[in-house]
Structure formats: C-alpha cells, structure tokens
C-alpha cells in the first residue's frame, strides 16, 4: 500500500524544512508537523513512521 499524503502535510513539512535550511527551526512549527503526522497516520491507519519519511522524502529529495 503506498503511502498517502495531503497537501497539508506536505505544506508543514516544506515550511519546516526551509526553516531548517535557513537554521531557524521553531519549536512550534516542529511540533505542528509531528502532531499533523501522528493525526494523519492514525485517521488513516497507515504507520507514522513510514508517513513520516515518505513525508520527508516526498519534501526534502
């Protein structure tokens, strides 16, 4: 099953990672993102970890 994202997600995740580039990560925007991650995998019943970095993979590469 291949794992699915919402443009919401993939929107945190680009916000978090352009904050990480520019070494401005906050405590709040990283927050936001596990929270969205951990609400989506379980409405979704897809395993946060593997949502986690098909996330981070979709965004980052």
Do not use: S
Not at 7 to 26: F, N, V
């Amino acid at each position: 099953m291949a794992i699915e994202l919402t443009d919401d997600l993939i929107q945190l995740e680009t916000r978090a990672w352009q904050e990480i580039q520019a070494g401005a990560l906050t405590v709040d925007t990283a927050a936001a993102v596990q929270a969205a991650i951990t609400a989506h995998a379980k409405a979704t019943g897809q395993d946060r970890g593997k949502v986690e970095a098909a996330l981070k993979e979709r965004v980052r590469h």
